[in-house]
């Protein structure tokens, strides 16, 4: 009989952020979203800034922001080793918000040609992606 789930470990460098059995799994993988469901090919891939979304072996549907590192896929186990990811339902909107605007306001102290300038946008990306997903998937009120 083929299995229809699979182990899921979303990790950062901190804290394991999810682990259980799930049916399927998208995710911003660095050329694109990606798509694994049980049985799915051995795959080793960077991933992007965006949505994680799986749901679970229960039928919830569960929104990571995720911001880069690996997704490794093998023998019915898939583990994102993330640079930073967080739950929707645990993004706090208040700090991602104040994240936004310090990126915002210290891109428009630098000119265009500034590492810091490409620090800044890189930080507000993070934070509209966190914003966005924490709104549209229930992350902590404002």
Request: overall charge negative.
């Given at each position: 009989m083929?299995?229809t789930?699979?182990?899921l470990e979303v990790?950062?460098p901190?804290?394991?952020?999810f682990?259980g059995?799930?049916v399927?799994?998208v ?6 979203y990606?798509g ?6 051995p ?7 965006g949505?994680?979304?799986?749901t679970d072996?229960e039928?919830r549907d569960?929104h ?6 690996f997704l490794?896929?093998a023998d019915?186990?898939?583990?994102m080793?993330a640079d ?5 339902d ?5 700090r ?5 605007r ?13 590492a810091?300038?490409a ?6 990306a ?9 709104r ?6 404002e």
């Amino acid at each position: 009989m083929m299995a229809t789930r699979f182990q899921l470990e979303v990790v950062t460098p901190d804290r394991t952020v999810f682990s259980g059995e799930v049916v399927s799994l998208v995710a911003p993988a660095a050329a694109g979203y990606l798509g694994v469901l049980a049985n799915h090919a051995p795959l080793l891939t960077g991933l992007g800034l965006g949505e994680a979304r799986a749901t679970d072996a229960e039928g919830r549907d569960l929104h990571f922001a995720v911001s880069g590192g690996f997704l490794q896929v093998a023998d019915n186990h898939a583990i994102m080793l993330a640079d930073a990811t967080e739950r929707a339902d645990e993004i706090d909107i208040a700090r991602a918000e104040a994240a936004r605007r310090r990126a915002e306001a210290l891109r428009a102290e630098r000119p265009r040609s500034d590492a810091t300038f490409a620090v800044a946008e890189a930080a507000l990306a993070r934070a509209v992606n966190r914003l966005r997903i924490a709104r549209e998937h229930g992350g902590a009120p404002e």
